[in-house]
């Protein structure tokens, strides 16, 4: 298993501001996603982040906007630029771990963000 | 297209009243079939992996089980604190970067 914690939990920024929210894991692994989660809704992919190369953004999503940096194999980061009230929601941090042949995906606690 | 249906939305159930709930995929060559568990605010705990028709997993009160269509997460005698949304989601091939497809979950309440 793998154990996931995000900084900041919760946040309300003002629009047109950027936060960056950090997820940091406690063993080394190969695969970061980051999903954001509107209320009532189900999780949407924003990127895939593997250590060494330039972060895979699902359709919809662009670098601009979401920068994701991967500096090592236990820590990633995502910022949010120029926000407006539309980026209000849940984001959240995922890794791929192995067991042996089976493999799991984990998620962090969330960050839970308000533009107003 | 690689798709994922979760039923029913909401399922509403007695204290030990025991229940399945539904997730039907499609998707070409199947990496891995997850179930997960989610509390409001909170992000989604891991619950089980299915990798092929005929397996099955257990925890506790729950049972998971997947054919090549759909998969059955059976609640045996609930309690209250299994009140939860549950979401189904499937991976596919290396080639889709093993991306998740989502359900839009099932949101199961368990009345003492």
């Known amino acids: 298993s793998a154990v996931i914690s995000q900084k900041p939990s919760r946040d309300i920024c003002q629009r047109g501001t950027s936060l960056t929210i950090q997820c940091q894991v406690d063993?080394?692994?190969?695969?970061m996603f980051w999903y954001r989660q509107q209320p009532g809704q189900s999780l949407t992919l924003i990127a895939t982040?593997?250590?060494?190369?330039?972060?895979?953004?699902e359709s919809g999503f662009v670098i601009d906007k979401f920068p994701i940096s991967r500096p090592n194999l236990t820590f990633s980061t995502l910022t949010v630029s120029n926000m407006s009230p539309e980026d209000s929601s849940i984001y959240l941090c995922s890794v791929e771990a192995a067991d042996g042949s089976s493999y799991e995906q984990y998620f962090g606690p969330g960050t839970r963000l308000t533009v107003t | 297209e690689d798709q994922v249906t979760q039923s029913p939305e909401a399922l509403r159930l007695q204290e030990g009243e025991s229940s399945s709930l539904n997730c039907s995929y499609t998707v070409s060559g199947l990496r891995g079939l997850f179930w997960y568990r989610q509390d409001p605010g909170k992000g989604p705990e891991f619950l089980f992996t299915l990798y092929s028709a005929g397996e099955e997993k257990e925890k506790e009160r729950l049972k998971a089980t997947l054919t090549k269509k759909e998969s059955f997460l059976h609640i045996t005698a609930p309690k209250p604190e299994d009140s939860a949304t549950y979401l189904c989601?499937?991976?596919?091939?290396?080639?889709?970067?093993?991306?998740?497809?989502w359900g839009a979950g099932t949101k199961l309440i368990i009345k003492p």
């Open positions: 982040a593997n250590q060494g190369s330039e972060a895979t953004y």
């Open positions: 063993s080394q692994v190969t695969m």
């Open positions: 989601a499937v991976q596919g091939p290396m080639d889709s970067n093993y991306q998740l497809i």
